[in-house]
Antibody
Framework: EVLLVQSGAELKKPGESLRLSCRGSGYTFTSHWINWVRQLPGKGLEWMGRIDPRDSYTNYAPSFQGHVVFSVDKSISTAYLQWSSLQASDTAIYYC??????????????????WGQGTVVTVSS | EIVLTQSPVTLSVSPGERATLSCRASQSVSDNFSWYQQKPGQAPRLLVFGASTRATGVPVRFSGSGSGTEFTLTISNLQSEDSALYYCQQHTNWPPSWTFGQGTKVEIK
């Protein structure tokens, strides 16, 4: 069974650093990109970017470039999302999601086939 | 940047009826197009990929269609457990990026 298990809820102060984790199991971790998705309180889903666990190559959505950092530790099948200085506006739920390639007929498509349970991050003074 | 606009914002449908959710893209997109369901307090769940293929385990009452700039998710014979938020998503191959619509809330009358 494919599972993505994320770290627990966090309560932090503005200016503090934070690292969230997402551990994959039930599949070959290096075969699928890990994406990060933000959900602001009461709002929709925003794609933050992705990391390829094979080589740690990353792409960031413009809104998040320079504000967060993605990394992986292949030895423990875990991806990370990191901030060096949190802001109150970072208060949100953060999801990791696997890029899968399911097939319909003879064509396969990139999509987010498995998701972590989400991590609630609250940044408040 | 491709923008996805979902309509309506909220849809109220009686059990057993049909719900039709729309997603319009600001420019033509490939069929790398997905729909997700999100219930309160839960992570999103993949429903449809490739614009029209149901994901594993998704009931047949969920169907996706469309191409170009217009996509539709239809929920036939609506059940109480279908009350949720539904998001559309498109994928651009390179540089890789994904975009979500703002969501449609389906309520059961």
């Amino acid at each position: 069974e494919v599972l993505l298990v994320q770290s627990g809820a966090e309560l932090k102060k503005p200016g503090e650093s934070l690292r969230l984790s997402c551990r994959g199991s039930g599949y070959t971790f290096t075969s699928h990109w890990i994406n990060w998705v933000r959900q602001l309180p009461g709002k929709g889903l925003e794609w933050m970017g992705r990391i390829d666990p094979r080589d740690s190559y990353t792409n960031y959505a413009p809104s998040f470039q320079g504000h967060v950092v993605f990394s992986v530790d292949k030895s423990i099948s875990t991806a990370y999302l990191q901030w060096s200085s949190l802001q109150a506006s970072d208060t949100a739920i953060y999801y990791c999601a696997r890029r899968g390639e399911p097939c319909g007929g003879q064509t396969c498509y990139y999509t987010f086939d498995y998701w972590g349970q989400g991590t609630v991050v609250t940044v408040s003074s | 940047e491709i923008v996805l606009t979902q309509s309506p914002v909220t849809l109220s449908v009686s059990p057993g009826e049909r719900a039709t959710l729309s997603c319009r893209a600001s420019q033509s997109v490939s069929d790398n197009f997905s729909w997700y369901q999100q219930k309160p307090g839960q992570a999103p769940r993949l429903l449809v990929f490739g614009a029209s293929t149901r994901a594993t385990g998704v009931p047949v009452r969920f169907s996706g269609s469309g191409s170009g700039t217009e996509f539709t998710l239809t929920i036939s014979n609506l059940q109480s457990e279908d009350s949720a938020l539904y998001y559309c998503q498109q994928h651009t191959n390179w540089p890789p990026s994904w975009t979500f619509g703002q969501g449609t809330k389906v309520e059961i009358k």
